[in-house]
């Protein structure tokens, strides 16, 4: 039922290696090409260990976030949400800090999983 084994199976074929459970905080810029991301950094949420990726390419895939938007009434508690309250959406501020521009955030998805289907 979930589609999360598949993704990573994929993923392990694809990749020389694997970093689970990396928090990334920051993106680093290319000093060489004006409005270009080279790599990030982070820690790891298990042992503290510090960790610097480059790249060339780097994609931010930041799935569905709780409380971005206001409550659709003033009834509702900020503790009613379809996603996890603890999805912060702290992935969309990596691009903005180095200068992206979100666009599209209106839009969002409601995945739906059908059971056999």
């Known amino acids: 039922e979930s589609y999360k084994?598949?993704?990573?199976?994929?993923a392990r074929k694809a990749a020389t290696q694997?970093?689970?459970r990396i928090m990334v905080t920051h993106l680093l810029m290319d000093k060489k090409k004006k409005n270009r991301?080279?790599?990030?950094?982070?820690?790891?949420v298990r042992t503290g260990d510090f960790y610097?990726?480059?790249?060339?390419?780097?994609?931010?895939?930041?799935?569905?976030?709780?409380?971005?938007?206001?409550p659709r009434s003033t009834g509702e508690g900020m503790g009613r949400t379809w996603?996890?309250?603890?999805?912060?959406?702290?992935?969309?501020?990596?691009?903005?800090?180095?200068?992206?521009?979100m666009t599209q955030m209106?839009?969002?998805?409601?995945?739906?999983?059908f059971k056999d289907g």
Do not use: D
């Not at 996890?84 to 969309?92: G, K, M, Q």
């Not at 990596?94 to 521009?101: N, R, T, Y």
């Open 5 to 10: 084994p598949i993704v990573a199976e994929a």
């Open 37 to 44: 991301v080279a790599g990030a950094v982070g820690f790891s």
């Open 52 to 70: 610097v990726f480059r790249g060339k390419a780097v994609i931010v895939a930041a799935g569905g976030a709780s409380h971005i938007f206001k």
């Open 83 to 101: 996603y996890a309250p603890w999805s912060s959406a702290s992935a969309y501020a990596l691009p903005i800090q180095v200068g992206a521009k």
């Open 106 to 113: 209106e839009n969002r998805i409601v995945l739906t999983r």
């Open 18 to 20: 694997v970093y689970n």
